[in-house]
């Protein structure tokens, strides 16, 4: 069983930057492509990017494309999301997820979640 766990949330002025982590325990980290998604109050989950199981390829949401950076150490079970620029509307629970292919940003395609960590970007 792939279990997951966010951390770095918490609360930012806007134009700020935070780091997420999320360290994987179970199955091999490499074997799996990882992602993130985000989730705002009465909002659909939707994905903030991904990342192929070599760490090569990646993709990003045209919302967050050159602000943020997605990356991974297989060494250390660990992928990260680098978030710079925040705004406002970067608020959200943001979720760590693994899968079988970073390509899809569909929710449902991805097996495996973490419990999220909280990201408040104040103006």
């Known amino acids: 069983q792939v279990q997951l766990e966010e951390s770095g949330g918490g609360l930012v002025q806007a134009g700020g930057s935070l780091r997420l982590s999320c360290v994987a325990s179970?199955?091999?980290?490499?074997?799996?492509?990882m992602g993130w998604f985000r989730q705002a109050p009465g909002k659909e989950r939707e994905s903030v990017g991904s990342?192929?199981?070599?760490?090569?390829?990646?993709y990003y949401a045209d919302s967050v494309k050159g602000r943020f950076t997605i990356s991974r150490d297989n060494a250390k079970d660990t992928v990260h999301l680098q978030m710079n620029g925040l705004r406002p509307s970067d608020t959200a629970i943001y979720y760590c997820?693994?899968?079988?292919?970073?390509?899809?940003?569909?929710?449902?395609?991805?097996?495996?979640w973490g419990q999220g960590t909280q990201v408040t970007v104040s103006s």
């Open positions: 179970g199955p091999p980290f490499r074997l799996f492509a």
């Open positions: 997820a693994a899968g079988s292919t970073a390509e899809t940003p569909r929710p449902e395609d991805w097996r495996h």
């Open positions: 990342i192929d199981w070599s760490g090569v390829r990646t």
